[in-house]
């Protein structure tokens, strides 16, 4: 698996993975909004998946529209719960303004196993957002101006340590496969996707509260013609937590190595040649 | 998403006026303290495990005559239509496809809610089709109508929680009034989970009360909705949205695995009637025939004797 984050320029954050044959592309953008009427204290969050034509000829024209569609619905689903991503962190005036998020997948290459791609994408590129403070804001009648500061380190992180992560299991005889190749997806007739909340500590390492350690079902859906048995989802629940335990520690280690690189001008970018 | 112009849409920026009033305005606590009262029932004299499938349950089947079968459900103030139509061949496709496919539409009318609904399809409406497609495909015998589709539509006329269980089950049942072969009848159920309160088959205000996140961290909440093919233990489809943990969701599980059993004997009762009503009609259709046929018989036996005479 191959992942570097702040590989776009006009994105406030961007990351881009590659998971054996599948390569994902995502960059936030961030707008002002004003909040919903019912939610006055908390942002937006919005999702948008583009399946390219690049990926698979089957995409071309509004081919892979409804994937796109059932991938968007699945994450908006993830990230809805306030224990995944707090959207009170995006708030800028309750009531009044506050930070949009719109979140474009762009999946380059198509191979397998897109949803957990994704995830992890997703989650790496909120890792490295920043938004910018405001540094003041003038009343003027019921609007309001804010003025934002310029400097682009003049900014806050999010914090996304318990953003969540989708695990696929393909049901294929009576075993479920974690992490599927594109044939095994072809094998199975059921697959089923968790949504798991991660972990603070692996994204932030002083932090020492000790609540939020476990890991929380944020989504559960099932994709393919098939059916399972009860007993078998039980199974392929917790099956799929241990799954993305682990691979939530193996991102926030790989993120935070990646940051430290950073600070101390190290790095060296990638990008898209390889 | 581009605006129908020929209906009168409103203003963009308008807001129900159901914002300025106190109702609105209550905390979370407050809502919470509202669902039940001290006697631990809930505001429509519910039990917290008891759902609306036992004394509040109405169903019906063929009230759309141009459909090929069609199904009303209800559950108290939640109220479904669900029609199916003749398998057509499946349009702009161009390869061969050994299985049947099923398209399903769900659609809340613009009255349905407490917040007005635009009569465009919205994200909610298309994620609803999905499960929907979802739960019913393992229950189609698909590989009997190849390359043809089979169009479900579900119009949901009044939203009081739980619609999508409603819809599975209104939607199982058409299909069974339309004789579209099927391996089971299909059930479904939900439950919203606030705290450690389960609601079975949630109304509205606790489904609005379980999807919003409460202050204490750690808790948990959201809604689950399965639907089973209970004679044969198989589970078509699973949906959970919110945050909880491993043992909350395996306890809702056999919760909802008793509650879709419990619908089988209500959607059974009006296949029944069904079949028992259709056999009356042939009956009565065929003693009809005969009775003409007799006058017949008799009238041509007279214009016999007519003409033997003439």
């Known amino acids: 698996m191959e992942l570097e984050t702040d590989v776009v320029s006009h994105a406030s954050g961007s990351a881009r993975l590659r998971l054996a044959n599948t390569d994902i592309l995502v960059g936030v953008k961030t707008e002002i909004d004003i909040p919903k009427p019912d939610k006055p204290d908390s942002g937006k969050i919005e999702f948008f998946v583009d399946c390219s034509a690049n990926a698979t000829p089957e995409f071309e024209g509004r081919g892979g529209e409804q994937l796109a569609n059932s991938i968007s619905n699945m994450m908006q689903k993830a990230y809805h719960s306030a224990e995944a991503f707090n959207l009170k962190q995006l708030c800028i005036f309750e009531g009044k303004q506050c930070w949009k998020l719109y979140i474009d997948i762009l999946i380059l290459e198509c191979g397998g196993n897109l949803c957990d791609a994704v995830s992890l994408a997703v989650k790496a590129a909120l890792f490295n957002t920043r938004i910018p403070f405001v540094k003041a804001a003038l009343m003027d009648g019921g609007n309001i101006d804010l003025q934002l500061s310029d400097d682009p380190f003049d900014s806050k992180l999010l914090d996304v340590g318990t953003a969540p992560l989708l695990v696929t299991l393909c049901k294929i005889g009576d075993k479920c496969v974690v992490d599927p190749s594109a044939e095994e997806e072809n094998c199975s007739v059921i697959s089923l996707i968790v949504g798991v909340t991660g972990n603070k500590r692996h994204y932030y390492p002083n932090h020492t509260d000790k609540q939020c350690t476990e890991s929380k079902c944020t989504t559960i859906g099932m994709n393919g013609p098939g059916s399972v048995v009860s007993k078998t989802l039980k199974d392929a629940i917790k099956q799929g937590i241990v799954a993305a335990k682990s691979l939530d520690e193996a991102l926030g280690q790989a993120l935070l190595k990646e940051r430290q690189q950073n600070i101390g001008m190290k790095k060296h970018s990638y990008g898209f040649l390889k | ?310």
């Open chain 2, 1 to 310: 998403m581009p605006l129908d112009y020929r209906r009168f849409n409103g203003p963009e920026d308008s807001v129900s006026y159901k914002r300025y009033t106190n109702k609105y305005y209550k905390g979370y606590d407050e809502l919470y303290k509202e669902l039940v009262d001290d006697k631990g029932r809930r505001k429509d004299g519910r039990a917290l495990d008891e759902a609306r499938s036992m004394c509040m349950f109405f169903a019906r089947t063929d009230l759309i005559s141009q459909a090929k079968g069609s199904a009303y459900i209800e559950l108290k103030k939640t109220k479904v239509v669900c029609s199916v139509f003749d398998p057509r061949e499946i349009p702009h496709q161009n390869e061969f496809s050994q299985l049947g496919q099923l398209y399903c539409e769900v659609k809340f009318a613009p009255f349905s809610c407490a917040q007005q609904r635009r009569p465009h399809v919205d994200a909610e409406d298309k994620s609803l089709s999905v499960a929907l497609r979802q739960a019913l495909e393992p229950t189609v015998c698909r590989h009997l109508f190849p390359n043809y589709q089979v169009d479900v539509f579900v119009y949901i006329l009044e939203h009081d929680g739980a619609c999508l269980a409603a819809a599975i089950n209104a939607a199982g049942l058409a299909l069974a009034n339309a004789s579209v072969p099927m391996y089971d009848i299909i059930t479904s159920s939900s439950v919203a989970i606030i705290g450690k309160k389960v609601f079975v088959d949630p109304t509205e205000a606790e489904e609005h009360l379980a999807m919003m996140s409460p202050e204490t961290e750690g808790t948990n909440h959201g809604i689950i909705t399965m639907s089973m093919l209970s004679e044969l233990k198989q589970v078509s489809d699973f949906v959970q949205i919110g945050s909880m943990d491993i043992e909350c969701v395996t306890e809702a599980m056999d919760i909802l695995e008793k509650e879709c059993e419990n619908i089988v004997p209500n959607i059974q009762k009006v296949l029944v009637h069904n079949v028992v009503q259709s056999f009356n009609q042939r009956k009565q259709l065929e003693a009809e025939a005969k009775e003409r046929e007799i006058a017949l018989n008799v009238k041509m036996e007279e214009w016999k004797k007519l003409l033997n005479a003439g």
